[in-house]
């Protein structure tokens, strides 16, 4: 049980800015600490759908409600997710080799295609949430949060790592076991949704979309494809969502 603990926390200190204390000596490693990624979703969730429900109580309207829940997702976990989807979308892009693609994603800077890539993910993002906060769903957030979280672990059971290092390459032992933990408890609470199924599925095509893609530009996946890929799941699992209204 101890291990578990440890393994939680360690989901929460990598994938949120949320204060969980000091890791303690063993820290667990990142691969075994894969099947938690849905419960850092549950934190983040919980932290956007409280003040998306906070917002309506005291009378705003859904898309102000929609835009705040965003700001408080993307201020929950430093905007890590979109530090990657940015990247990625520089690099895939920006680069004609695989070496070149997996250099220009390591630089801090952002170009064309990722603020371009940032705003299409955020503007479907808050459109999807301000269908649920119109359809009074505001707790499917945390269900999606929750589920989005499954893609990382998926990507790095799927594909090899890209490079030697970085986080990607950390993980690149996760088991059968840790995917298979991680989508039950990401996925279950889909299930209570209307159209979750079909949001399931969307958001599988659209990781697995993802992957090939990566495969393809830079023959596996690195932190930053870990990243959007939770992005992408997101982004699909709330317009299916909303469009149900």
Known sequence: MRQRLAQAQLALVLLTRVPCGS??????????AAW????????????AAGVMGAALALGLSPPVAAGLGLGAQVMATGALHE???ADICDGFWGGAAPERRLQIMRDSRIGSYGTVGLILTLGLRWLGLEALA???????VIAVAMASRVAPVALMGWLPAARA???????????????LAAALL??????????????LGAASLAVAVLARIARAKIGGQTGDVLGAGQQVAECALLLTLGAGR
């Open 23 to 32: 890791l303690r000596s063993p820290v667990p490693t990142l691969a075994s």
């Open 36 to 47: 938690a990624f849905p419960l850092a979703g549950f934190l983040v969730g919980l932290i």
């Open 134 to 140: 119109e359809m009074q769903a505001v707790v499917a």
């Open 165 to 179: 290092d970085g986080l990607g390459a950390q993980g690149r032992t996760v088991g059968a076991g840790s995917i």
């Open 83 to 85: 530090d990657g989807l």
């Open 186 to 199: 990401g996925g279950l609470p889909m299930l209570l949704a209307p159209q979750g199924w079909v949001a």
